[in-house]
């Protein structure tokens, strides 16, 4: 039986309790959060373009998502190295969240000082800017998680997460349908490209992160009394920073100096299979693994030759795996760890080619852009809400059952809107719905995985699940277009929904196993 929270809580204390200084504050580190990742993507890609730069070579800028599928690697530097001077002044995690925040800063500020048109060597400068963005930003990701959870009680992180989840989004209409705002006020269109005006409009985004640091500056650090953090100078700590640095070095010096084989390999194993996306998923597969495998054995060295004791490294890494593994039990660790993994299947894999989906049917950008970009982020950001309401109402376990039968459901009205046609109210019915289950299961999935964290722990944990619940699906989702050509949208659509019903099975195991 799933268990809840007292259902005699006056709904009027809950809402009240939306005002909380913590949950208010999660509002305004979302922001600050949802700012960097679209300077990194759609906003730049489109500057890029502007500037004549060749859609190839506006690829290369994909690196920077790097930072954020392996962000858990660097995660127990944050969770455990100190800050010199810094840290012992406003604390742990406010001296690495304000850091980062500098770090994104100096980061939209140097992409803002690069002309793309000047040459190959400004769009070389342009990927460390943006690598160095996505970098801190994940950074900034990590810390503000590990704040979250170790700032209030467990049943305030519902609540959190709903305004996480709001902050965020307007973070992301800023930063994405602001930038683009800003640029062609400043004079810059697809046919007339002036610099400048993207200069300023990096100038004005990196100013807006002032937001955050503000409010870095004025909370207070939160007392995480159970942090076991391993003792170990500065000579030490540096040295740990130095392997983390030569793990990195290996991983990309292995993606570059693979790039040619690899090319030269999927378009072999293409002509062998006949199917270019498949051979492109298993040789970048095996070019990702190779490269993490040099990375892994190039810390396995430093460890055996002591340039990084192995006690720094098994208080890092190691136990907070182990300690996830001793309080749960290996049984259900395993189906909570395939929980995590696939609690986001049904939307994630859809949303892949949603855009897609929408341009077949016949919408037009503006109608798409006006249904999916700006009223979907106001039902999704509603959906967080109600999600963080009725979680603290009724309990986490609940709501995340609901939220993963209402994402399931919801993919079945996409079905009904390939018989309906290109009829815009239609389309609006069904953003409404899948956006406001989506922010549901989001704020209630985001207050799951907070529970499951143990606070001497919070940053390393909680960024390796959060590395995994974005795994699985999208992998499976880099082949939508492929199933979609194979067995057309309607059955792609219930696929999607099907993908949903094992995810129900495990919140219900999990449930009765684990009194959460």
């Known amino acids: 039986m799933m268990t809840g929270a007292d259902s005699q809580t006056p709904w009027l204390s809950t809402l009240r309790a939306f005002t909380h200084p913590r949950v208010v504050t999660l509002l305004f580190l979302g922001f600050s959060a949802g700012i960097p990742i679209l300077l990194i993507f759609s906003s730049l890609s489109l500057w890029l373009r502007e500037a004549g730069v060749e859609r190839a070579a506006v690829t290369y800028f994909s690196w920077a998502a790097l930072g954020y599928s392996f962000k858990f690697v660097w ?122 005006a993207w200069q300023y409009t990096y100038a004005i985004m990196a100013a807006v992160m002032l937001v955050g640091i503000v409010t870095t500056l004025i909370i207070k650090e939160p007392e995480n009394k159970n942090a076991t953090v391993y003792k170990s100078s500065l000579s030490e700590n540096v040295r740990f920073l130095l392997l983390f640095l030569i793990m990195v070095i290996g991983f990309v010096g292995s993606f570059y100096l693979t790039g040619d084989i690899t090319r030269s390999m999927k378009s072999t194993l293409a002509e062998m299979i006949n199917n270019r996306h498949l051979s492109g998923f298993l040789i970048g597969s095996l070019r990702l693994a190779l490269a993490i495998g040099i990375a892994a054995m190039l810390a396995l060295v430093l460890v055996k030759i002591e340039f990084v004791r192995y ?142 964290t143990n606070i001497s722990f919070t940053a390393t944990q909680y960024a390796i699940f959060s590395s995994l619940m974005t795994l699985v699906p999208k992998s499976i989702g880099g082949f939508s277009g492929s199933i979609v050509d194979a067995i057309g949208y309607p059955a792609f659509f219930l696929a999607t929904a099907l993908m949903g019903i094992p995810v129900l099975f495990l919140i219900i195991y999990a449930s009765r196993r684990y009194r959460w």
């Open 75 to 196: 995660a127990p530097l944050v969770d455990q190295i100190p800050l010199p001077w810094l840290s012992r002044l406003i604390g742990q995690r406010r001296s690495w969240i304000l850091v980062s925040q500098l770090a994104i800063i100096v980061a939209i500020l140097l992409m803002a000082s690069i002309n793309p048109q000047a040459g190959d060597y400004s769009l070389t400068l342009m990927a460390l800017a943006v690598v160095m963005l996505g970098f801190s930003s994940a950074t900034q990701d990590i810390v503000i998680d590990a704040y979250r959870i170790e700032s209030a009680e467990a049943d305030l992180q519902a609540l959190m997460s709903a305004t996480y989840i709001a902050g965020y989004r307007i973070g992301m209409v800023v930063a994405g349908a602001g930038s683009l705002y800003l640029a062609t006020s400043f004079g810059s269109t697809r046919g007339a490209y002036e610099y400048q």
């Open 311 to 452: 006690v720094a490294v098994n208080s890092s890494y190691l136990m907070p795996v182990k300690d996830f593994f001793r309080r749960y039990g290996l049984s259900l660790a395993w189906i909570v760890l395939a929980l995590i993994g696939l609690y986001r299947i049904s939307d994630i894999v859809l949303g892949a080619i949603s855009n897609v989906f929408y341009q077949d049917m016949g919408f037009t950008k503006l109608e798409i852009a006006a249904a999916s970009k700006t009223y979907g982020l106001l039902m999704t950001i509603a959906g967080g809400f109600a999600g963080g309401l009725l979680a603290v109402r009724f309990g986490v376990m609940r709501i995340l059952f609901v939220g993963a039968l209402l994402s399931a459901v919801t993919n079945l009205l996409f079905m009904l809107l390939v018989s309906v046609g290109p009829d815009i109210a239609w389309l609006y019915i069904v953003i409404s719905a899948d956006n406001l289950s989506g922010g549901l299961a989001i704020a209630a999935f985001i207050a799951f995985l907070s529970s499951l």
